[in-house]
Nanobody, 117 residues
Framework: QLQLVESGGGSVQPGGSLRLSCAVSGSTLDGYVIGWFREAPRKEREGVSCIQDSNGATFYKDFAKGRFTISADNRKNTIYLQMNNLTPEDTAVYYC??????????WGQGTQVTVSS
C-alpha cells in the first residue's frame, strides 16, 4: 500500500535550518501533487508548500516564500522541504501529503519541528 514517512525534524535556534524528507513507498511520484502542511499546538493545520511532479511547478504560502524550498527526487521517491531562517512561529508538526491524479489523498505521520532560543 502507499505510505508516506516524514523525517528530518528536530530542535533548532531561530535563524537555523532544517531539511525535511518525505519518503514514499508503494508508488512512484509520477503525475502526483505533493505538499507539506503543518500544525502548531492548538492551531489549525495549514498548508506550507506543494509541488506538481508533472511539470515541477511549485507553490508557497506567504510565510514560506523566500525561506522554504520544496523539491522532489523521483529516483529516491522522496520529497524535501528545505527550511531556512526559521523562527519560533515555524514550530509545528509538519506533514507530507500526496494527492494522486484520481484525487486520492495520502498523509504521513508527521515530524516535529521546534524553533526556540
Amino acid at each position: 500500500q502507499l505510505q508516506l514517512v516524514e523525517s528530518g525534524g528536530g530542535s533548532v535556534q531561530p535563524g537555523g535550518s532544517l531539511r525535511l524528507s518525505c519518503a514514499v513507498s508503494g508508488s512512484t511520484l509520477d503525475g502526483y501533487v505533493i505538499g507539506w502542511f503543518r500544525e502548531a499546538p492548538r492551531k489549525e493545520r495549514e498548508g506550507v508548500s506543494c509541488i506538481q511532479d508533472s511539470n515541477g511547478a511549485t507553490f508557497y504560502k506567504d510565510f514560506a516564500k523566500g525561506r522554504f524550498t520544496i523539491s522532489a527526487d523521483n529516483r529516491k521517491n522522496t520529497i524535501y522541504l528545505q527550511m531556512n531562517n526559521l523562527t519560533p512561529e515555524d514550530t509545528a508538526v509538519y506533514y507530507c501529503l500526496l494527492t494522486s491524479l484520481s484525487r486520492d489523498d495520502y498523509w504521513g505521520q508527521g515530524t516535529q519541528v521546534t524553533v526556540s532560543s
